[in-house]
């Protein structure tokens, strides 16, 4: 199956600090999309974004399919964007989730 | 519209007993797929339903199998339960089998002691 790595697995961060999590895939997929994963373990999506680029509210993410690599990318953040954050890509019709990136955000 | 539903929430058994867990998915929605999320391992597929057929499989044994009814809701089973098991148990809803849309529920905790 498709190997997806993200990194970094964990970031701590200051309220209103930026931060950029990535994701790396080892083939071609049909689909990429991002979730955040709150500590009650309930996961939300973000994005469905197998190209491009999208922005909703202080998130926003990019994904270059020709390089493999997607990209997430959190400005001001807030103690509620604590969480595991994942991307997930399938080819397909498979569906393979990264390691995740833990971020926490200190007040 | 209410989002999706699983039960029960929390579920301790022991090795070598089997589990079912439910998912009832938005209304409407008619794919469910389900994941075994584990420390070790992370998010994996388990299967994927659509229209009451097994449209997917991931990599697992057997003992882990699943249905889909006419109503959409959708039942995984364990059997012959392994503490290795022990996980959060999640479920998926579409509209149609499409990645893109896809809802999660809160999830089942299952402990195998």
Sequence with gaps: GIQVEQSPPDLILQEGANSTLRCNFSDSVNNLQWFHQNPWGQLINLFYIPSGTKQNGRLSATTVATERYSLLYISSSQTTDSGVYFCAVATGNQFYFGTGTSLTVIP | KAGVTQTPRYLIKTRGQQVTLS???ISGHRSVSWYQQTPGQGLQFLFEYFS?????????????SGRQFSNSRSEMNVSTLELGDSALYLCASNPTPSIETQYFGPGTRLLVL
């Design chain 2, 23 to 25: 998912c009832s998915p």
């Design chain 2, 52 to 64: 009451e057929t097994q449209r997917n499989k991931g990599n697992f044994p057997g003992r882990f």
